[in-house]
């Protein structure tokens, strides 16, 4: 089974900019892995936010923005806010078999 | 309203089963793709299994123990747990992958149950 990598944490200031990466342990990450993302607070369900590589829900922050880059997927972060802090996750598909990267615990401080 | 409810969580002892059961109302589970997601206490979130209409898949972790079926008349998923292992305590959550009434999908992980509880221990 692939091994999907994340970094394990990050930190980002109040209305600063933050990219977090997910790499597949097969080779480049390309948009037949069909990249999600996740962002998951503390005693709650997870939420996505990303999924497809880029495509947002109806309830995605506008700030949030997926895309590849460097043979990673990447979720970008635009002027974070205090409520961003959390945990986040990519899935990547591996010819149906869906495997999560194990999470970046981002800090806005 | 659209949602997920499972159930069938608790407290077993190594090696025995149990089966969880993932309540769907608001939409047939017939047409969707519906996966079980599971989190270990304190870690990350681990994809389990998946059902969709042209079978079943599973994660190394659950190949050969684990079971994921639906009943279409009552729009419910299970996932049939076998050969417990302390390992397998997590909270399990049912998630809609996506949602496909027609030849076009949509959803994409967009409703997430509540999760049940499943501790392995002696």
């Known amino acids: 089974q692939a091994v999907v990598t994340q970094e394990p944490s990050l930190t980002v200031s109040p209305g600063g900019t933050v990219t977090l990466t997910c790499d597949s342990s097969?080779?480049?990450?390309?948009?037949?892995?069909?990249p999600y993302w996740f962002q998951q607070k503390p005693g709650q369900a997870p939420r996505t936010l990303i999924y497809?590589?880029?495509n947002k829900h109806s309830w995605t922050p506008a700030r949030f923005s997926g895309s590849l880059a460097g043979g990673k997927a990447a979720l970008t972060l635009s002027g974070a806010q205090p409520e961003d802090e959390a945990d986040y996750y990519c899935?990547?598909?591996?010819?149906?078999?869906?495997?999560f990267g194990g999470g970046t615990r981002l800090a806005v401080l | 309203e659209v949602q997920l409810v499972e159930s069938g969580g608790g407290l077993v002892q190594p090696g025995t089963s149990l089966r969880l059961a993932c309540a769907a109302s608001?939409?047939?589970?017939?047409?969707?793709?519906m996966a079980w997601v599971r989190q270990a206490p304190g870690k990350g979130l681990e994809w389990v299994s998946l059902?969709?209409?042209?079978?079943?898949l599973y994660a190394e972790s659950a190949k050969g123990r684990f079971t994921i079926s639906r009943d279409d008349s009552t729009d419910t998923v299970y996932l049939q747990m076998n050969s417990l292992r302390v390992d397998d305590t997590a909270v399990y959550y049912c998630?809609?992958?996506?949602?496909?009434?027609?030849?076009?999908?949509?959803?994409?992980?967009?409703?997430w149950g509540q999760g049940t509880l499943v501790t392995v221990s002696s």
């Open positions: 998630a809609r992958d996506r949602y496909c009434p027609t030849s076009r999908c949509s959803g994409y992980f967009d409703l």
């Open positions: 608001g939409f047939t589970v017939s047409r969707s793709y």
């Open positions: 059902i969709y209409s042209g079978g079943s």
């Open positions: 097969t080779g480049a990450v390309t948009s037949g892995h069909y």
């Open positions: 497809d590589t880029s």
């Open positions: 899935l990547l598909s591996y010819s149906g078999v869906r495997v």
